[in-house]
């Protein structure tokens, strides 16, 4: 597939999906980041404040202790355990002196001045914390001894973490010694905060609000994305499948190929391609309909569908033919296999005889070029040649180079008739009675500027194919009205010379008006220009081919029938034909059994000829007897290497000049 085809498929299957898909990670990430912030916020608030209350309720315990002394201890100590089982918050105090000696405990307890790290309070007061515990139904979760923001930040964390919230009671306390002033002591302040469900109430109502915004634009992009994903998927849908079989199209074999193959290159599996093609699809739509035409191929390939596995591909391709990549493991099975499809594919259209041209072509380990491989498959089939019997045609190298012979050829022919590449030859048509020059063939020769010297069945084949002929076949005429003009007008005597006019021509109805304008141009007399046409002409157009000859005969022009004897000749065409020069195929004078009988059929068509007054042209003579047999029966005129072969305009105008 070429890369444009490539990029176009690709373009068509693209749906931006990426940017939904971003989109939605961004939003998730922006919204996350913002609630992270704003219930980190709002809590860190919370803290900070419940903290500034166990500050301030520090250092009014703290002022009990400023008169502490010897005295007031008994006073001051009740006041303080007053406070202490009044205030809820409040656990426990001690007190220490200006050397940081333990002076008072309200229980008995002094937390370790010299282990405690002072910190500052940020936004609290300026007592100090010495110490956090935090503690869940009466276990200790969880301890520190570090700053405020991470206090704050920390306890909370804790406290969702390990919490199951309880509407009615605090869900979790925190513990923490404060230290604060007290003249020249030191008080130590147990406070235990409880949180409580409520306090986090602003931080979840924010959370639930940015919850429900991103669950909208979660789903609103997953719907996207959805909706996305199944329109692609439609679309490949689309683009791999094929209209007429509902099954799997060219593209998609192309693509399910190529990864299979590219799978075989670890496994070792061998695959062989197949083109299957049914033999005259185009006459049984004639016959039966486009539309029974196209159901026969969803039909085939169904049948076709049930003879392949899992870890093979079959598709059709055009017309009536279907591509399948298939495991083989050895040829005999493989030929088998090929066989039951056939009988398959045949089973179709049961009571018809349907036949199928099957080219193989065996993938070679690493090749995975679908496209190329299957070309050399129905290269294979199309070189083997059309036929009635189901066949199975392997490619083979020798296929591959005349391919590539006709594509070079098709390349060049354009160019190569602008350049005048093509050059006339003229073999002599010698009579038999005087031995005199009575005619010539105009035969073409391509001198190609790097191939040199090209004969004609070499290239005349392919032009016939792709049509180009016709374009040949009127330069020729041309040339050969410009060639005899010239001889015209140098005064030389003019003999007959016959161009080839291929069977392709006959199927325009105003042949004969084209022919006399190409050669009118030059102002040549019609009777010197011989036109040459084969019998195969017969098999097109009937009609166009006998008004075509009549109107030439009729123009003044002659006309030949080649090859007569050759391939499908019948004497019929002969009946019907009224023509002025028969050239009977060299095909007579050879092989082995030719003497006697070959011989025989020759005097007779020469005197069956001879009657319906037409003149006889022996092609292909080689021998001296052949001449001697053919002037004994009194043939016209003999063509052959015997007396010369085709030989270019100007060394024929040397060799025979009259
Ligand atoms: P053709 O029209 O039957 O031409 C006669 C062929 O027999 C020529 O082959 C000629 O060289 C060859 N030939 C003549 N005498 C002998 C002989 O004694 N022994 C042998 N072995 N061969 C002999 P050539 O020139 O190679 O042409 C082959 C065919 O190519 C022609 O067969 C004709 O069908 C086609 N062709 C040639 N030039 C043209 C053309 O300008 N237009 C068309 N449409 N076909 C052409
Ligand atoms: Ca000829
Ligand atoms: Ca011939």
Redesign the pocket.
């Known amino acids: 597939m070429s890369k444009t085809k490539e990029e176009r498929i690709k373009k068509l299957k693209k749906k931006h999906i990426w940017p939904s898909i971003l989109g939605l990670i961004l939003i998730l990430f922006v919204f996350t980041i913002i609630m992270a912030v704003a219930v980190g916020m709002s809590a860190m608030d919370i803290v900070n404040r419940k903290l500034a209350d166990s500050s301030r309720r520090s250092e009014k315990i703290a002022e009990l202790f400023v008169d502490y002394s010897q005295e007031t201890a008994d006073k001051i100590a009740q006041t303080a355990l007053s406070h202490v089982d009044v205030l809820d918050e409040i656990e426990a105090v001690a007190v220490y002196d200006a050397e940081r000696k333990p002076v008072w405990s309200s229980n008995n307890t002094y937390p370790s001045l010299d282990d405690s790290i002072k910190m500052e309070f940020l936004t609290v007061t300026d007592a100090e914390s010495v110490g956090v515990i935090i503690e869940k139904d009466e276990k200790q979760i969880f301890t520190i001894d570090d700053g405020m923001i991470v206090l704050a930040e920390d306890a909370f964390k804790h406290i969702f973490s390990s919490s199951v919230i309880n509407e009615t009671g605090a869900f979790a306390n925190i513990k923490l010694w404060m230290v604060a002033d007290a003249g020249d002591k030191e008080v130590m302040v147990l406070n235990n905060i409880p949180v409580y469900f409520q306090d986090f109430m602003m931080a979840g109502v924010c959370l639930a609000l940015c919850g429900i915004l991103i669950a909208i634009f979660v789903i609103y992009y997953l719907i996207s994305i959805i909706s996305m994903v199944s329109s692609m998927h439609k679309t490949n849908k689309v683009i791999y499948t094929d209209v007429l079989t509902g099954g799997d199209n060219w593209l998609s074999f192309i693509k399910k190929g190529t990864s299979l193959l590219n799978k075989s290159k670890r496994s070792g599996q061998k695959y062989a391609m197949l083109h299957l093609e049914m033999l005259k699809y185009r006459s049984f739509c004639t016959c039966f309909g486009v539309n029974k035409g196209q159901e026969l191929i969803e039909k085939f390939y169904l049948a076709l569908k049930n003879t392949v596995n899992r870890k093979e591909v079959m598709a059709h391709q055009e017309n009536a033919a279907f591509g399948l990549l298939l495991e083989y493991t050895d040829t005999q099975q493989f030929e088998a296999r090929i066989q039951y499809i056939q009988n398959v594919t045949s089973s179709v259209l049961p009571g018809m005889k349907v036949y199928f041209g099957v080219g193989v072509y065996l993938v070679q380990p690493g090749e995975n070029d679908v496209e190329q491989l299957y070309n050399n498959a129905m290269i294979a089939c199309e070189m083997s040649g059309e036929d009635t019997e189901n066949k199975i045609a392997y490619f083979d190298v020798e296929m591959n180079n005349q391919k590539l012979w006709e594509r070079r050829v098709e390349d060049d022919m354009e160019r190569a008739l602008i350049n005048r590449e093509f050059q006339v030859?003229l073999?002599p048509k010698i009579s038999t009675t005087e031995e005199v020059l009575g005619g010539a063939?105009?035969?073409?020769r391509w001198i190609h500027p790097t191939e040199g010297f090209i004969?004609?069945?070499r290239f005349?084949p392919i032009f016939e194919k792709n049509g180009f002929?016709l374009k040949?076949?009127d330069y020729?005429l041309e040339e050969i009205a410009r060639v005899q003009a010239g001889w015209l007008a140098e005064g030389r005597k003019l003999v007959p010379i016959s161009?080839?006019?291929?069977r392709a021509h006959f199927t325009r109805e105003d042949l004969a008006e084209h022919i006399c304008a190409i050669v009118d141009k030059y102002q040549v007399p019609h009777d010197v220009i011989e036109l040459?046409l084969t019998e195969s002409a017969f098999f097109d157009d009937k009609k166009v081919l006998l008004n075509t000859v009549q109107k030439l005969r009729k123009a003044g022009f002659q006309v030949s029938m080649?090859?007569f004897g050759a391939g499908y000749s019948s004497l019929n065409s002969l009946k019907e034909l009224q023509i002025d020069v028969l050239k009977i195929?060299?095909d007579f004078f050879r092989g082995a059994d030719v003497e006697e009988r070959g011989l025989l059929i020759v005097s007779e068509v020469i005197d069956l000829a001879k009657k319906l007054n037409m003149k006889i042209v022996a092609?292909?003579?080689?021998s001296k007897e052949q001449v001697e047999f053919l002037t004994a029966q009194e043939c016209d005129l003999i063509?052959?290497?015997?007396y010369a072969?085709?030989m270019p305009v100007t060394e024929f105008a040397q060799k025979y000049s009259v």
Do not use: C, H, T, W
């Open positions: 030859y073999q063939e105009a035969l073409v004969p004609p069945n005349i002929i040949l076949d020729m161009v080839n006019v291929s040459e080649d090859d195929d060299a092609e292909g003579i080689e063509q052959g290497y015997f072969k085709p």
